[in-house]
């Protein structure tokens, strides 16, 4: 079988699913996989040695300013014609089938072409009703028709009794000096007032998605973008300051880590995510990330929640490879099965009232 895989490059988290799935699809050499990258320029992808030869597209992504959406910028930098033609040239007619994470080109010119699509990762759970912002519709329709796909596998952090999978989140290793810092990951903050509210805390932040040139506190390290680097870092830290995206918080929650987050102002997915995460107990949310909240959050000395995620890529992997005869369903209620809620008793109470 020939895939085209599509994966949306905004973020890391969308590629970071993707090196799993491209991991556990090594062990099916009869799923031959082309994979499309779109979303970020190609200058700025890292760490792609997993995906070989792959193709890459400008596609579609949102522009933030300080913390926010801006619908302005986001509109002028979007090429419609662009768009169009390589939606219109992709040859999808040379594959079995398409697999969008959300990403437009590849889906589009599956919808186009009546070709077989299948949409994987998180923005496919807002396909059912699951915690988001009331009144939001035009989000919502804006996120369904962005990369439509004739089947798919939402991911998220319960099912809310719906058949949607659990994250496909990678295991972390241990970390020599663990609890020693506090991992900030803001990348669409704006970062100066960020770092200097940081520098006024007592204790050792490692900052990543901030530029590495800016002048930074004796009690903050800024690091460059690194998969495994991040990975160990996340590992070792004593708690993580993020905003709510999807993978980050899922990876997070493998290790038990006590989470603060503030979703994007404007973004309808992170706000949604924020609102599962305070209906779930997983995470503290705020509005602004200062030192007020973050020593508030402290002073309580938050526990974290763990949570064992089963390996949902491979048998996502395996599920393709036997030609999906399981149906969404199946393959969910399989997977949650083997889901195990450890420390934290607030998942398990969680979890007993979304039941």
């Not at 520098?199 to 800016?214: C, H, K, M, S, W």
């Not at 779930?280 to 200062?290: G, H, I, K, P, Y």
Request: glycine share 8%.
């Amino acid at each position: 079988m020939k895939i085209l895989y599509g994966v949306q490059g905004t973020g890391n988290g969308h590629i970071s699913r993707a090196r799993a799935m491209a991991k556990a699809l090594e062990n099916y050499p009869e799923l031959e996989i082309q994979w499309l990258f779109s979303g970020r320029s190609p200058e700025k992808l890292f760490s792609m040695e997993a995906f070989g030869d792959y193709w890459w597209r400008e596609g579609l992504t949102f522009v933030h300013r300080k913390g926010k959406v801006s619908p302005i910028a986001t509109t002028r930098q979007l090429d419609l014609r662009r768009l169009l033609r390589d939606i219109r040239e992709l040859p999808v007619h040379d594959f079995d089938l398409v697999i969008s994470d959300f990403e437009p080109v590849t889906a589009w010119a599956a919808r186009r072409h009546k070709k077989d699509s299948l949409g994987l990762g998180h923005q496919y759970a807002f396909n059912f009703t699951i915690p988001a912002p009331r009144f939001q519709w035009a989000a919502r329709a804006i996120m369904r028709a962005f990369a439509p796909a004739q089947s798919s596998l939402g991911m998220h952090w319960y099912h809310f009794g719906h058949p949607i999978l659990p994250p496909i989140a990678q295991p972390h290793g241990g970390s020599a000096n663990e609890e020693a810092h506090i991992l900030v990951y803001l990348p669409f903050e704006h970062h100066r007032p960020l770092l200097d509210q940081l520098a006024t805390l007592p204790q050792r932040f490692i900052v990543y998605g901030a530029p590495v040139e800016l002048e930074a506190a004796s009690n903050i390290e800024l690091k460059a973008p690194s998969v495994e680097g991040f990975r160990q870092d996340v590992a070792g830290a004593r708690a993580v300051i993020c905003n709510s995206g999807f993978e980050l918080i899922a990876e997070t929650l493998t290790l038990g880590k006590p989470i603060l987050t503030r979703p994007l102002a404007g973004q309808f997915e992170q706000e949604a995510n924020a609102q599962a995460l305070r209906e779930l107990q997983l995470a503290e949310v705020v509005d602004r990330v200062n030192a007020d909240t973050i020593g508030r959050w402290l002073e309580t000395q938050p526990a974290g929640v763990r949570i064992q995620w089963p390996d949902v890529a491979g048998q996502i992997a395996a599920w393709l490879a036997d030609g999906r005869r399981q149906t969404a369903a199946q393959l969910a209620e399989r997977l949650w099965e083997q889901v195990i809620p450890g420390r934290g008793a607030t998942m398990s109470s969680a979890l007993q009232a979304a039941d």
